[in-house]
């Protein structure tokens, strides 16, 4: 079916500022099924303005953003719920089932861990929960905001592995946010950078 070819995210952005100030320039950025993109550039440039853009939390830009189907994001820190178990914390901000959650728990290697506490995982653990939550909804597009940072090199690599194989398994397009070349060259099929003010792609 044509539909099936049809872009995950068509963004055609003119502007955005905040508080008077230009962040962003003209950016077009079009995402195929399946397609890995890698989003790279100096700190403070506006990755993740460009990320929250297409992920529809902000709003107040110049131009034309499409994403078709269901949307998921892993942010920098693991936004965990310290008081809920585990399977609670997929559950609740999803609205997928019990066994929906344990299933993805399972997936990133936290198979039987559904009520132990985020207190009682390291924050490798902490960010495999990120991404169960993330993949229980078996979202159209991904989002995902420098997710392995922190991460000592080997960690983070284990990480990328997971994350390809998680990737391959749904079939998800996916946008991140890296500052890290190698993790650009291992997870993407395509890699842009922002760079001059207001900030604009360079291919």
Same mark, same amino acid.
């Given at each position: 079916?044509?539909?099936?070819? =049809?872009?995950?995210? *068509? &963004?055609?952005?003119?502007? $955005?500022?905040?508080?008077?100030?230009?962040?962003?320039?003209?950016?077009?950025?079009?995402?195929?099924?399946?397609?890995? +993109?890698?989003?790279?550039?100096?700190?403070?440039?506006?990755?993740?303005?460009?990320?929250?853009?297409?992920?529809?939390?902000?709003?107040?830009?110049?131009?034309?953003?499409?994403?078709?189907?269901?949307?998921?994001?892993?942010?920098?820190? !693991?936004?965990?719920?310290?008081?809920?178990?585990?399977? *609670?914390?997929?559950?609740?901000?999803?609205?997928?089932?019990?066994?929906?959650?344990?299933?993805?728990?399972?997936?990133?290697? +936290? =198979?039987?861990?559904?009520?132990?506490?985020? %207190?009682?995982?390291? &924050?490798?653990?902490?960010?495999?929960?990120?991404? %169960?939550?993330? $993949?229980?909804?078996? !979202?159209?597009?991904? +989002? +995902?905001?420098? !997710?392995?940072?922190? &991460?000592? !090199?080997?960690? =983070?690599?284990?990480?990328?592995?997971?994350?390809?194989?998680?990737?391959?398994?749904?079939?998800?397009?996916?946008?991140?946010?890296?500052?890290?070349?190698?993790?650009?060259?291992?997870?993407?099929?395509?890699?842009?950078?922002?760079?001059?003010?207001? %900030?604009?792609?360079?291919?």
């Amino acid at each position: 079916m044509q539909a099936s070819h =049809a872009p995950v995210v *068509d &963004l055609d952005l003119r502007s $955005f500022a905040k508080n008077d100030t230009a962040i962003l320039g003209s950016i077009k950025i079009t995402l195929s099924p399946a397609e890995t +993109l890698a989003l790279v550039g100096p700190s403070g440039i506006g990755k993740t303005s460009l990320l929250r853009i297409i992920a529809g939390i902000e709003t107040g830009f110049e131009g034309d953003r499409r994403v078709h189907g269901k949307i998921a994001m892993v942010f920098q820190e !693991p936004t965990l719920l310290p008081w809920r178990c585990l399977r *609670d914390n997929i559950t609740i901000p999803t609205g997928v089932d019990a066994k929906t959650a344990e299933d993805a728990l399972a997936d990133v290697g +936290l =198979a039987g861990r559904g009520s132990d506490f985020p %207190a009682q995982l390291s &924050l490798g653990q902490q960010r495999r929960l990120s991404l %169960a939550r993330a $993949f229980a909804v078996k !979202p159209t597009l991904l +989002l +995902l905001d420098e !997710p392995f940072v922190s &991460l000592d !090199p080997a960690l =983070a690599d284990e990480m990328i592995l997971l994350f390809i194989r998680l990737r391959e398994a749904h079939q998800v397009a996916s946008i991140f946010v890296t500052h890290v070349v190698d993790e650009a060259e291992k997870m993407a099929s395509r890699t842009i950078r922002l760079a001059g003010s207001p %900030a604009r792609l360079v291919l």
